[in-house]
Every structure is written in C-alpha cells, then in structure tokens.
Nanobody, 124 residues
Framework: QVQLVESGGGLVQAGGSLRLSCTVS????????MGWFRQAPGKEREYVAF????????DYADSVKDRFAISRDNAKNTVFLRMNSLKPDDTAVYYC?????????????????WGQGIQVTVSS
C-alpha cells in the first residue's frame, strides 16, 4: 500500500519561508514522478510544481515560479517544496501527489497517489 505523508506546514508571516516534505512509503520514490498541488477554501485544487523520477526536469505554475522550488531525495523517499517570499494568496492546503508517467502534468486526474494534505497559512 502506497502512502504519502506531508509535513512542515504551519503559520508564517508574509515574506517568510517554509519547507514542506512529503515522505513516500510502500514503493520506491524513484518509480514515481511527483507533484505538489494546493487548494484554498472555496477553490479548486491547483497545480504548483512537478519533478521527474530523477529530478532532472522541473516545472512550476506561473504563480509560484521564482519563489518556490521542488526537489527530491530518492534515497530518503522524500520530496520537498521550498516556499520563499510567501504571500497571503499562498494560503491553502498543500498536497503531494505521485504518478507513474514521467511527463509534467497539471491535471489532478493524472496522479495515482495523494497525501492527506497539510495546511499552510500566510498572514499579512
């Protein structure tokens, strides 16, 4: 059984930083390409960032480009999302997700596995 567990969320002031982690169990992380998504209250889940199996290709939503950085450590079965220069609009529940194909995708339906989500709140 594959499980994804996010950690590292919390409350931060605007302009601050957080690093989210997503630990995968039940299969090797190297077999999954990984994405981060977020969902704010009353809004649909939206794509944030993506990394290929080996981390050699990255992709970002325009809203977070140059502020967020996705990375992975396959040996530790963990994916990270470093978030800098946070804004109140970044407030949301953040989810990590994994899939078998190695192409970037912003579509929720393309992902096979999901974490339970973790709250990030940015105060103004």
């Amino acid at each position: 059984q594959v499980q994804l567990v996010e950690s590292g969320g919390g409350l931060v002031q605007a302009g601050g930083s957080l690093r989210l982690s997503c630990t995968v169990s039940g299969r090797p992380l190297a077999s999954l390409s990984m994405g981060w998504f977020r969902q704010a209250p009353g809004k649909e889940r939206e794509y944030v960032a993506f990394t290929t199996w080996r981390g050699d290709s990255l992709d970002y939503a325009d809203s977070v480009k140059d502020r967020f950085a996705i990375s992975r450590d396959n040996a530790k079965n963990t994916v990270f999302l470093r978030m800098n220069s946070l804004k109140p609009d970044d407030t949301a529940v953040y989810y990590c997700a994994g899939k078998f194909t190695d192409n970037p995708s912003p579509r929720v339906s393309d992902y096979d596995y999901w974490g339970q989500g973790i709250q990030v709140t940015v105060s103004s």
